[in-house]
């Protein structure tokens, strides 16, 4: 009897060691609802749970007790949350936008939205990656999915207590998947989504997608494109070295041949680090439920979160339970350590300020020459810093005298180094040379985009460095 115990005591606590996080995915595609339990623990990254249920977007209200049952059954009500969605349901665009809109990027994106996407900002979920810049832009890829379907799935969440605190294409959180579980990967990388009727790919470079590829074909056509395709990503300077592929096994093996002639190394879904998940799961759904599952769990490499901030659910990673009671005992032996340092060092500091209590009156005399010699160079330096700095009046005289009868200012910001000026103008491009010419101002450039009014005035937003004195010799 002593010994079952025993056994059953270590079993419990090994279970208890392996056990960590848990983290709940959801994957949508216009076959059903794929759910996808992680668990993060010592040895690993383990499914849980993974179940499938089969229905259109137009009954999902079908699915509201089945998910409440399925919640309590795991234990999943107050899990994290996240939601991949089908790829084909959303939208990628590359963009470009003037560098001036750096400062309040997340705005103009939404404000230009209109311009790149077949759909208003209103009527889509979205987020953007930044691809790179140059002197006069930035490059981006926009990602949207459309509201109607996606509220109705967010509903239906809602509805079984499940608040996401993630919204992403499903190729982005299988990309993810790939990212985490499949060992170390290449700088640059392709991820492949086979479907019997075509594939989906993403072209990933270090930490960013870069671009988004659909192609929908048949059958007898899908080897053909898909070698055009490799063909052209593979002769770019800092083309792919691997593609990670998940899809039907059958088109699977159909295609590794096609990959491999082009010198690249194929990683399929088969050789992630993950345990648990049931031979008869379709990796075109696990997959990116898994993913999603992932960003539940901790950082992910790729981070585009297409639901707005105000709806996202609060992040609370979960711990460790015997886990966090090692953790715990070890940090509270590292406080001891360390406050018994901090004690030897008061103690040596008491016995250093006794030392110095006992010292003569000449050397405290020497001390208190050092300190006011100190104090005075401080108020030296302060007085030149004083000395070169323009005066502010006659810079507002100044450029007063210049800025045309037909520009109006709304906001005047000056401080000590800087001005920023924002207003109306017939014709704004012609204040930047007008500014420059003043002999106070350098650096001066507009803050963001010129927008013209109904009136055909102009709203500008100007910044400049305010040019420092040279110093009297």
Wanted: charged residues 20%; glycine residues 6%; aromatic residues 6%.
């Amino acid at each position: 009897m002593p010994t079952n115990r025993l056994h059953n005591w270590r079993q419990t606590l090994a279970t208890e060691l392996m056990a960590g996080a848990g983290g709940l995915g959801v994957y949508w595609d216009r076959g059903g609802l794929t759910l996808v339990h992680l668990e993060k623990g010592l040895t690993g990254v383990k499914v849980v749970h993974h179940l499938h249920f089969p229905c259109p977007l137009e009954r999902l209200e079908d699915l509201v007790l089945p998910l409440l049952e399925t919640m309590s059954l795991w234990g999943l009500e107050n899990s994290p949350v996240s939601l991949a969605v089908a790829r084909d349901m959303g939208f990628s665009q590359w963009a470009s936008l003037p560098r001036a809109a750096a400062e309040n990027l997340a705005q103009v994106v939404g404000y230009e939205l209109d311009r790149f996407l077949p759909l208003p900002a209103e009527s889509l979920y979205f987020d953007f990656q930044i691809l790179g810049e140059t002197d006069t832009e930035i490059q981006l890829l926009l990602l949207a999915l459309p509201r109607e379907p996606v509220d109705r799935i967010l509903t239906l969440l809602a509805q079984a207590g499940l608040r996401p605190l993630a919204l992403e294409p499903a190729l982005q959180a299988a990309a993810n998947a790939f990212a985490l579980l499949g060992g170390r990967l290449p700088a640059s990388w392709l991820l492949l989504h086979l479907e019997p009727k075509g594939f989906d790919l993403a072209h990933i470079q270090g930490r960013a997608v870069q671009a988004f590829y659909q192609v929908r074909t048949s059958s007898e056509n899908q080897a053909e494109l898909l070698a055009q395709q490799l063909e052209g990503l593979t002769q770019a300077g800092n083309g792919p070295k691997a593609v990670c592929l998940y899809g039907p096994g059958d088109l699977s093996l159909e295609v590794s041949a096609i990959i491999q002639s082009r010198d690249l190394e194929v990683i399929p879904a088969s050789a992630l680090s993950l345990d648990g998940l049931p031979p008869e799961a379709d990796p075109a759904g696990a997959l990116p439920g898994v993913g999603a599952a992932l960003r539940t769990l901790g950082k992910v490499a790729f981070k585009a979160n297409l639901l707005p901030e105000d709806q996202r659910a609060p992040v609370k990673l979960g711990g460790f339970s015997l886990n966090k009671l090692l953790l715990s005992v070890l940090t509270a032996l590292v406080v001891v350590w360390l406050g018994s340092a901090l004690i030897h060092k008061r103690v040596l500091l008491y016995q250093v300020d006794k030392q110095l209590a006992q010292l003569n009156p000449e050397v405290r005399q020497v001390e208190r020459l050092l300190e006011e010699t100190r104090n005075q160079v401080k108020q030296l330096q302060s007085v030149r810093r004083l000395e070169q700095t323009p005066d502010k009046l006659k810079i507002l005289r100044d450029l007063t005298s210049l800025i045309p009868d037909n520009t109006w200012l709304f906001h005047v910001r000056l401080s000590r180094q800087t001005l920023e000026i924002s207003g109306l103008s017939k014709s704004a491009s012609d204040l930047i040379p007008l500014l420059e010419k003043s002999g106070w101002l350098t650096k001066t450039e507009f803050a963001s985009p010129i927008v013209t009014d109904a009136t055909k005035l102009e709203h500008f937003k100007i910044k400049a460095e305010i040019k420092s004195l040279e110093p009297a010799s």
